[in-house]
């Protein structure tokens, strides 16, 4: 136990706790509240206590914890320093007590599920998308896709990052984007865009693993086996009975898979569909399958 990296919010006294496994505690109290942040394990005396995300908790609270966690975060990893709304986003899984080593590995070892390119320029595409704004009021949701388990699962990361692939190419398209969508089923959908001129559209989005980390032999099995398992039916796509447009995001495709797709342009057994592959230069070219009801400039 010692003082904060910080000074704490006016009218609080402060403690930050550093536990032997690399956990952190951070403790703030007036006269008559108190407030414990952390990822390591609460105390039995806390475990009743009224719970608030950080946008619930008052703001000069949430400002000075995340501060000194960001804080701890650039010092156990200092790569992520040039990536200041990246490492807001993903604080919640960056320092969480189970998954803090994966996900960052996930981002270090991997450059972000993207082939063909460096750490850095990765980073620096999702840093730039991160740094709209757009998704901050939804981060607790879509940070935690990433997961939180000590067990390293670079596939299933990659699929999450596909969601964040659709958001950018929807946003840069002029689309204003909510994140799950509950429709009659009993499903989520991945999201609802819409814009002042088209409307508004459901989005489901997949991300299929290249032919080289699967059973298949060709790229264009790879993406019509995993749109399959949305469309067949237990699939969300096949219960909701129309109106979604499914996108399939080949960004973890290395150039020659991504080569062969384009060259054929396979259906995906679902329409409408786009399928596309997004570079860190913000580069993308794709094609689609029936009536799409978003207008996306650089479809074929």
Known sequence: MGAPWYTPPEGYEARRFDMDNGDTALFAWTDDHAYWIGNTETPSALWRTDKEGFDEAPF???????????SELFDESPWLKPYPHLSWFFLPVFLSK??????????????AGLPD?????????YESFFATGVLDEYREVMAGKLGTSEYFDPIRMAAAMGEFDVA????????????????ATGHSIDFR????KAGGALIEVTRPLPPNRRSVSNPVAAIRD???????????????????TLFVDC????????????GEQPDVRHRPAVVFRLRPSGHVEGYS???????LPWLS
């Open 60 to 70: 000069e609270i949430s400002r000075w914890a995340q501060r000194e966690l960001i």
């Open 98 to 111: 189970d998954g803090r080593e994966t996900t960052r590995a996930f981002f270090h070892d991997h450059s």
């Open 117 to 125: 390119t460096t750490r850095d320029e990765a980073l620096a595409f």
């Open 168 to 183: 950018y190419l929807l946003t840069e398209a002029g689309y204003d984007i909510t994140p799950e969508i509950e429709v």
């Open 193 to 196: 865009a819409e814009n002042t």
């Open 226 to 244: 995993t749109a399959q398992t949305k469309t067949n039916g237990q699939g969300q796509l096949a219960e909701h009975g129309g109106g979604v």
């Open 251 to 262: 960004s973890s495709f290395p150039d020659d898979d991504w080569a062969a797709i384009m």
């Open 289 to 295: 399958k029936g009536s799409v009801p978003v207008d």
